[in-house]
């Protein structure tokens, strides 16, 4: 067994929260470490998101000139990114093919997730340590350092203990034991993301004007929701060698466990769905293109976790540990929330340790009501947007879509105009 002991700030989880907090505490002058569960940085799964109204956040923890690389992260670099045009969101009735709404956007960065981890990475890589997974937390009597255990034997001890690791949190449970700290069902909605590649001709026809170029969503009135997006388009010049992302949401069948079905199976599931309900391209389309043989195919079950619920509070040992991002409020998806509420965590809970911060750690009287008041906001803010996506998935899933807050809010943080 290996033990280390400083002041610094500890993070566990080296996703995007993690990295802006910690690339923020940086700025700040303000020592860290990161421990991440996964081996190294390359990861088996990857996805694309949105970055809209958090943006503003992500300016305030990175330097100023990491901004003039930020389109190397772009599921497209080569698309204009000053093109006001791109920041409006098509929302389109997918058995009519008609125009819902643009949902707008001052700033609408769509980035693949490897990339932007590796653009977060800059400069803190000998911070960041791999292969590593709590197992135990550990308070000291004299209430200032907490030490943390890893699978391997290791214990590391610092000032603070910031839980950054993802819906699935480690540190949520060993908070909160199992039971409270498990992932909600919403209703019984579920879907598989499917990553494909296509022919030339194909590739260009799915993000051919008058389609938005990147993205665009489908609601069903029989309840279903369909994405499709550009998740690589690297090679500007071979459009056969682009990745696709695309999927249908839709209610499970009764009595059905697709967590055991195959890829082939996921597909052509989907593959049905849109068949027998007449989409319209270019959701049509990608589907009757996809082979049942795609091996970058990922079952999910939509599921949250509200921090305002009966049993959901923890105990942050006078300030000493706390949760941002999905560990803290993981929420559905469809709102594209998630994201930017953990990019405003990562930048509120910078700002309050650094408020307490000295030469040798956090300072252990102030550090209660620092953390407190960070979490009075954050478990509000992402517990209200928790509750509107998860009423938004709902209503995305009916005939009453037009009304849905994804139609009717837009993109918007909730308390936005």
């Not at 950054?164 to 498990?182: I, N, T």
Request: charged content about 25%; hydrophobic content about 35%.
């Amino acid at each position: 067994m290996t033990s280390t002991t400083d002041t610094k700030i500890i993070i566990i989880g080296a996703g995007v929260t993690g990295l802006a907090l910690a690339q923020g505490l940086k700025k700040s002058g303000i020592a860290f470490n990161v421990y991440e569960r996964a081996p190294s940085p390359a990861s088996k799964r990857n996805w694309c998101f949105g970055i809209h109204w958090g943006f503003d956040a992500l300016k305030e923890l990175v330097p100023e000139h990491f901004l003039d690389t930020l389109d190397s992260a772009r599921i497209d670099p080569h698309i204009d990114s000053q093109d006001e045009s791109l920041y409006r969101l098509p929302l389109y009735d997918a058995a009519s093919g008609e125009l819902i709404k643009e949902l707008p956007g001052s700033k609408f960065h769509r980035l693949r997730r490897d990339k932007f981890r590796d653009w977060l990475l800059q400069d803190i890589e000998t911070n960041v340590h791999w292969a590593k997974s709590p197992s135990l937390l550990e308070y000291s009597q004299d209430g200032r350092s907490v030490a943390v255990t890893f699978e391997d034997g290791s214990i590391v001890t610092g000032s603070m203990v910031i839980g950054c690791d993802g819906a699935h949190s480690k540190v949520r449970e060993l908070l909160l034991g199992h039971e409270k700290a498990s992932l909600q069902p919403i209703g019984d909605f579920a879907t598989a993301t499917i990553y494909s590649k296509h022919t030339r001709e194909h590739a260009l026809q799915l993000r051919a004007r008058p389609a938005h170029p990147l993205y665009q969503i489908g609601l069903h009135k029989k309840g279903f929701v369909s994405w499709l997006c550009v998740h690589n388009a690297e090679d500007k010049d071979h459009p056969e060698n682009w990745t696709f992302f695309n999927y249908t949401s839709y209610r499970l069948p009764p009595d059905v466990d697709q967590s055991r079905w195959s890829k082939a199976d996921l597909i052509r599931y989907q593959k049905t769905i849109v068949k027998e309900n007449d989409f319209v391209d270019p959701f049509k389309s990608i589907y009757s293109w996809l082979g049942d043989d795609e091996e970058n195919v990922w079952y999910t079950r939509l599921m949250d976790w509200d921090p305002r619920r009966p049993g959901h509070a923890w105990d942050n040992k006078d300030g000493r540990i706390t949760l941002a991002g999905d560990a803290a409020h993981p929420m559905s998806f469809q709102r594209g929330q998630g994201l930017n509420n953990a990019l405003q965590d990562a930048l509120e809970l910078r700002n309050v340790i650094a408020l307490v911060w000295k030469d040798d750690g956090v300072q252990a009287t102030a550090r209660k009501d620092a953390v407190d008041a960070y979490e009075k906001q954050m478990i509000e803010r992402g517990g209200k947007e928790v509750q509107l996506s998860r009423e938004n998935t709902f209503m995305v899933h009916g005939e009453n879509f037009q009304n849905s807050h994804l139609a009717t809010k837009g993109l918007n943080a909730e308390g936005q105009a």
